[in-house]
T-cell receptor, first 113, second 115 residues
Framework: KQEVTQIPAALSVPEGENLVLNCSFT??????LQWFRQDPGKGLTSLLLIQSSQREQTSGRLNASLDKSSGRSTLYIAASQPGDSATYLC????????????FGIGTKLQVIP | ETGVTQTPRHLVMGMTNKKSLKCEQHLGHNAMYWYKQSAKKPLELMFV???????ENNSVPSRFSPECPNSSHLFLHLHTLQPEDSALYLCASSQDWRGDTGELFFGEGSRLTVL
């Protein structure tokens, strides 16, 4: 059974810092991977999708990469801002079917002004 | 309206009540999903529908009954729930349920409390 670990569970940084969030899968055969943010009491907002033929995706200050040999993904946030404070979740699929998506519990990020 | 809309946002019900959660997507997607999010646990997939046809029922108790009348609407009918069913219920959609068109888009969720 696929399991996802996100490290760290929580992170507090001063504004302006660059930071890295980590996600690892027990089964490294990841077909594609998605990163989300979730604000308290709200739904998930899609940040980046790394498709099956890709290894990396970038959007603004965010960069996500996936190492399929190890089943690890990182989300890099540059020049963090207080508005980045949220919980960040990764989710991966082991096949092309979305019934097989496994989610992590998330990393709770606090950016201090 | 854009994206995925869920109603109600908050629901409190007794164990003998019957209620429904509603989800509507305005993205022209073919697949819709119900997920359950409990504290300190990963999201759990409950149901997947593709073009109104159920493609996955993830061993969900029968007190949860999904309905998908068309590709834009999804319901979750609730009856005789238990207090442990209290959670955030999230609806999602994707272009398709397979392959690289499966990027998930979520609604804001319905916070359910069972007394």
């Amino acid at each position: 059974k696929q399991e996802v670990t996100q490290i760290p569970a929580a992170l507090s940084v001063p504004e302006g810092e660059n930071l890295v969030l980590n996600c690892s899968f027990t089964d490294s055969a990841i077909y594609n991977l998605q990163w989300f943010r979730q604000d308290p009491g709200k739904g998930l907002t899609s940040l980046l999708l790394i498709q099956s033929s890709q290894r990396e995706q970038t959007s603004g200050r965010l960069n996500a990469s996936l190492d399929k040999s190890s089943g690890r993904s990182t989300l890099y946030i540059a020049a963090s801002q207080p508005g980045d404070s949220a919980t960040y979740l990764c989710a991966g699929s082991n096949s092309g079917g979305y019934q097989k998506v496994t989610f992590g519990i998330g990393t709770k990020l606090q950016v201090i002004p | 309206e854009t994206g995925v809309t869920q109603t109600p946002r908050h629901l409190v019900m007794g164990m003998t009540n019957k209620k429904s959660l509603k989800c509507e997507q305005h993205l022209g997607h073919n697949a819709m999903y119900w997920y359950k999010q409990s504290a300190k646990k990963p999201l759990e997939l409950m149901f997947v529908y593709s073009l109104e046809e159920r493609v996955e029922n993830n061993s969900v108790p029968s007190r949860f009954s999904p309905e998908c009348p068309n590709s834009s609407h999804l319901f979750l009918h609730l009856h005789t729930l238990q207090p442990e069913d209290s959670a955030l219920y999230l609806c999602a959609s994707s272009q398709d349920w397979r392959g690289d068109t499966g990027e998930l888009f979520f609604g804001e969720g319905s916070r359910l409390t069972v007394l």
